[in-house]
């Protein structure tokens, strides 16, 4: 059954998300944010210092795979039905916990319930990433 909340990560403490002229392309720290249960502005700092580090741009999978698999996270092909159709992002609620990777968009699965500032659940699941047991 899939549940969506909206949600923008914790953006909202640091800056306005009300308007449409608010949005921006932060769904790589969004995901990030409310996955590992981080402060927004603590993910954003980070991958910024190792995309500079990188020479990278924060939103790049070559910063932020390393960074949640520094966080231990696990990186994970996209997961096929039976019929090898990828599975859509709405479907895999049962993962738990997972950050989603979609076409051109970081998505986050959390305690089986979808968080985003858009319902983004009918796109086709890509890469996913579940962090360590226990936490």
């Known amino acids: 059954m899939h549940k969506f909340i909206k949600s ?5 403490k640091y800056f306005p998300c009300k308007l449409k002229k608010d949005r921006t392309g932060d769904c790589v720290i969004r995901a990030i944010a409310i996955g590992t249960g981080q402060d927004y502005m603590t993910v954003w700092r980070d ?3 190792l995309g500079m580090e990188k020479g990278f741009l924060p939103n790049d999978d070559r910063v932020w795979g390393p960074y949640l698999e520094g966080l231990g996270w696990t990186k994970h092909s996209p997961a096929l039905k039976p019929d090898r159709t990828k599975y859509r992002v709405r479907e895999l609620w049962a993962l738990h916990t997972a950050i989603i990777k979609t076409t051109k968009h970081l998505t986050c699965i959390k305690d089986c319930v979808h968080y985003d500032s858009w319902d983004c659940g009918a796109w086709k699941a890509n890469t996913y990433y579940t962090p360590k047991e226990g936490k």
């Open 47 to 49: 991958l910024f210092a």
């Open 8 to 12: 923008h990560g914790g953006r909202e």
